[in-house]
């Protein structure tokens, strides 16, 4: 971890780890935390505008999470995970929240695709393609599981609803929801193996 | 469901550690599994495991440009925000007093103030479970994790909500992220997010619906831990 004293602001920051950076971004060093914000900002866009489908409420959850991280940082504990990990979580939760609140979800069926601007070539650096072979097995983990158990999850996770939800919208038993989930869940640990920890 | 599911404490183990991971139980669902967890190896270990696949979930999304205007925003917002008016880092008395003050208002729903001493072994594995002295709140510490559970606390008026701060050393509480409600009987069970390790109170503060970055209130329930 970083004193706040005895670094130059000449230090390249973007060659800090995160959680050096943190360290700063307690000092409330603006730049340090314009670092974290260009790493982890297309992710948490990414998670809020699948979530909700619309560029406006995904913009205003990340916005809320990234001025919790900045008012908060002291708050943020590494032993509970990486930044990158406590951030998208914090955007999760938000987007929960603002289903929730809303009750009778205003979510368009089909997100406004085009409003925001698919991130095609992304700049290849290590870290952004390591992400991208991660992101790869994700998304190999999920599209191999069976369809009723991939749906249940992606309907719970990405899309907010409670089990009780998914239950009635599926029309089945609700212990049944939850078998698939758990049973999606397991599979992918298997799958992702040791990777999972790492990703996450 | 497995061969290895047990029932502990009429929780049936696994049932629900998928549904909590996801984010997918009822609300009222979450305070009772909490409940369980804190007490249950078995589900202790399944919630860790299937976490790192939540974690990774984000992952899978399609990747798209972050909105230029969005960074402008919160580069701005971040810029514009007064040293003072960030987490302060070391005691501010002054942070509180606006808050007791302000706490006058709503002096007829603070019902309880709680003292707690807890003796936090750490890296230890037994639950320690204190009861506080008016038998109105307990926190509940596991392998430096805890669990805070309330009775009789008073339900707060449209707009308000209850936020649970940490306090490291003597420096100003900070949020934990963790807002709650009480039910009718005014009774709840929310986790202490992260680890107790270094942390010397956990408290409980009356602040706007949404949160706040610092408290505005005198806290109505105080857990040392030491």
Redesign the interface.
Known sequence: MLGSRGRSRSVDLRALADEELMGLV?D?E?QA??VI??RH???A???A??MCGR?AAA?DI??DA???L??????Y?Q???SVR?WV??????RA?DAF?RQGSRDRRDVPDEGI????AA?DATDAEVQ?RD??RQ??TA?DELPPDQRRV?EL???G?????Q?AQMLDLPP?T???R??L???K??YV?GEE??A?? | MTGEDRIANGHRCGEDAAAYVLGALEPSEVDAFRAHLADCAACQREVAELEQVTGALPESTTRYHVPKDLRRRVMSEVRATPKAQAVPRKTSARSWRPALAWGGAFAAVVIIAVVLVVALSSGGSSTKTIQASTGSAELRITRGRGDLIVRRLAQLPQGRIYELWVQRGSSTPVPTGTLFGVRLDGTAAVGVPGSLNGVNAVMVTQEPAGGTPVPTTAPVIVARVT
């Open positions: 307690r409330r603006v935390f314009e914000f260009d900002a297309s992710a866009f990414s998670l505008y699948r560029r913009e990340v916005q990234f001025l919790s900045w008012r908060s940082g002291s708050g504990d032993r509970r995970g990990s998208l979580s914090v955007v999760h939760n929960i929730r925001a601007e698919r991130l992304p992400r991660d992101a994700v998304r999920l999850i719970a996770y990405f907010g609803l409670t089990h009780n998914i212990g929801v939850k078998g989930m758990r999606g869940l397991t992918m640990r992702l999972a920890r990703i996450a």
